[in-house]
């Protein structure tokens, strides 16, 4: 059974962010779009940058301002929403060189921008979006610029229509601001991936330490986030490529309960665990975003200011005045996974200390079943890869099966000039299809066991949620070695199409670590309610220094 809707958890988590007592955002100078990789220039390599980093205006912190604060400046005459795309757009020109994480600006993003302010003169804001510059992770479909998912083999023409989450951020208002690199075709190519690299749009570097992997597969939009190239970022996952990439660049990223955000013109490793969901510096943010995708965010027309979505539903005081009080009396259940290193496992040792000081209950756990879930998740994505992908393909100009496909990567080297391998790709091409019985007993147990594995660990110890480490201090990029990357906890909550939020938990060196919380099925706002007062707690977040490298002491 459904909880409560997004729409609730908006009054209870967006609305407090109006109370935190930023400081004022003045208007911003308009400039037009950069040059660089604007959607008619192709799918190059980076741009060069045009200049020394100039700030968006006196009071403007990109960094930490949220969407309520920015629709309130922008209620009250102070910023424009042209202002604001203005100021992502220089920002990602002379930033985004270092990181290479946006493959290509939209070059009407200024327009869709001007159009916002319009409405909004003529009282007709659409919801907590409108407005706001949202990037896309390139593997999404958009009717009016190439979506690639990294090959070659789909940079020619765009898609025909815009996936359906994009219809829906284009009805809330929000401003398609560009397109992120990724993982090529969301690391299902090859068994040793480098995460984070593509054909069309080369390597995507951690903001935090430049020779360190950004984790994948939402590479582009976790490290354009940590970098401040826009406000929010869209991701998919399968297992771990939402999760992941949040918790190494410090970010916010929620993988949504299956189902929960139309999968339509995304394009697919498999129908039975692949979503879309947001990703953001903070969960307000986030939560806001997931509202849209959904369908919860728009409102009537008419309204003035701050949207009704935010400020026409019942706020909790503990919201409208955060306090310690939050957590208290909330039971975690924390999964240590000590097999991800002593300098995790020590973090996570401070994490419980400080949630226990705020009042919550912080037990250790172990769900069950996780061996045998390893043992069956990837032959049953093989078979529903090769289903699905088929039919995605044959929407698109280019190759129009797998084979075809396996076919392009053969005969165009630039596939190959990270790591050659499509071995996932050949052994998809080979696996049973989906009617075959074996593997559909193989799903069957997949969805109970990993269901089970957190239904009766926090019926067990009367959890509101489970926490884990997202993810190990970035590993160094290395082509030739691939990836260095089993990490087991997002698997659960993605097998069992259950919700997980992946929060910046700290720091081991100069790399980020997240906290990774999991509920039951469709807990998605008490989730992210949970998810705002751990991040309010931790108060984990620090912009990123782009450094080139750091000593071989830190984990990598």
Not at 67 to 90: E, V
Not at 206 to 234: E, F, H, K, M, T
Not at 412 to 441: M, N, S
Not at 519 to 529: F, N, P, R, V, W
């Amino acid at each position: 059974m459904r909880q409560r809707s997004v729409a609730t958890l908006i009054a209870v988590v967006a609305m407090g962010s109006l109370f935190t007592g930023l400081p004022g955002v003045p208007g911003l100078p308009g400039a037009p779009i950069p040059g660089a990789r604007a959607a008619e220039s192709g799918a190059g390599g980076p741009a060069s940058p045009t200049g020394a980093h100039h700030p968006p205006g006196p009071g403007v912190d990109l960094d930490t301002v949220t969407i309520p604060q920015l629709q309130a400046r922008m209620a009250d005459g102070s910023l424009t929403a042209a202002a604001l795309t203005a100021a992502y757009l220089r920002r990602i020109e002379t930033v985004d060189p270092k990181i290479n994480a946006v493959l290509r600006t939209d070059p009407t993003a200024l327009r869709q921008a001007a159009a916002s302010d319009a409405r909004r003169r003529n009282g007709g804001v659409r919801g907590p979006l409108d407005g706001i510059p949202v990037l896309l992770k390139d593997n999404v479909n958009t009717r009016d610029m190439p979506t690639t998912a990294g090959s070659l083999a789909l940079a020619g023409s765009p898609p025909r229509t815009d996936a359906a989450l994009v219809t829906r951020l284009r009805e809330a208002g929000a401003v398609i601001l560009g397109k992120t690199n990724l993982s090529e075709w969301a690391n299902f190519r090859a068994t040793r991936p480098t995460s984070g690299w593509s054909a069309v749009g080369g390597q995507t570097s951690n903001p935090y330490v430049l020779d360190r992997n950004p984790c994948g597969s939402s590479a582009g939009s976790a490290a354009a986030l940590a970098a401040s190239l826009a406000q929010v970022a869209i991701g998919t996952e399968t297992d771990g490529s939402i999760v992941c990439p949040a918790g190494m660049n410090g970010v916010v990223g929620h993988k949504p309960s299956l189902g929960l955000v139309s999968g339509d013109g995304v394009v697919p490793i498999s129908a039975e665990q692949d979503t879309a969901g947001p990703m953001a510096r903070n969960v307000i943010d986030a939560a806001l975003t997931l509202a849209v995708l959904r369908g919860d965010g728009t409102t009537r027309p008419g309204a003035h200011g701050v949207p009704d979505a935010l400020g026409g539903l019942p706020l909790p005081d503990e919201l409208r005045h955060p306090r310690p009080g939050s957590l208290r009396g909330k039971r975690i259940g924390l999964w240590r996974l000590s097999s991800l290193g002593p300098e995790v496992d020590a973090l996570m040792t401070r994490t419980a200390d400080e949630l226990r000081s705020a009042g919550a209950e912080v037990v250790p756990v172990t769900p069950p079943y996780q061996e045998r879930l390893a043992q069956l998740e990837f032959p049953a994505l093989l078979s529903e890869f090769h289903r699905d992908i088929d039919a995605y393909l044959v929407t698109r100009n280019g190759p129009r099966n797998l084979a075809e496909l396996i076919e392009f990567n053969r005969t165009h080297p630039a596939e190959r000039t990270c790591f050659a391998g499509q071995e996932l790709f050949e052994q998809a091409l080979a696996a049973p299809p989906t009617t075959d019985p074996g593997y559909r007993a193989m799903r069957a147990e997949l969805k109970d066991l990993s269901r089970r594995s957190l239904d009766e660990t926090m019926a067990a110890h009367r959890l509101d949620a489970i926490a884990a480490p997202t993810n190990p201090p970035a590993w160094t990029t290395d082509c030739g070695r691939g990836d260095n990357d089993v990490i087991p906890s997002s698997t659960p909550a993605a097998v069992a199409g259950y919700p997980s939020l992946s929060v910046p938990a700290g720091f081991v060196g100069e790399l980020p670590v997240g906290l990774l919380l999991m509920a039951g099925d469709h807990q998605d706002a008490k989730l992210l309610s949970l998810g705002a007062a751990v991040e309010h707690r931790l108060k984990a977040w620090r912009a990123p220094r782009y450094l080139p490298t750091v000593g071989a002491g830190t984990s990598g």
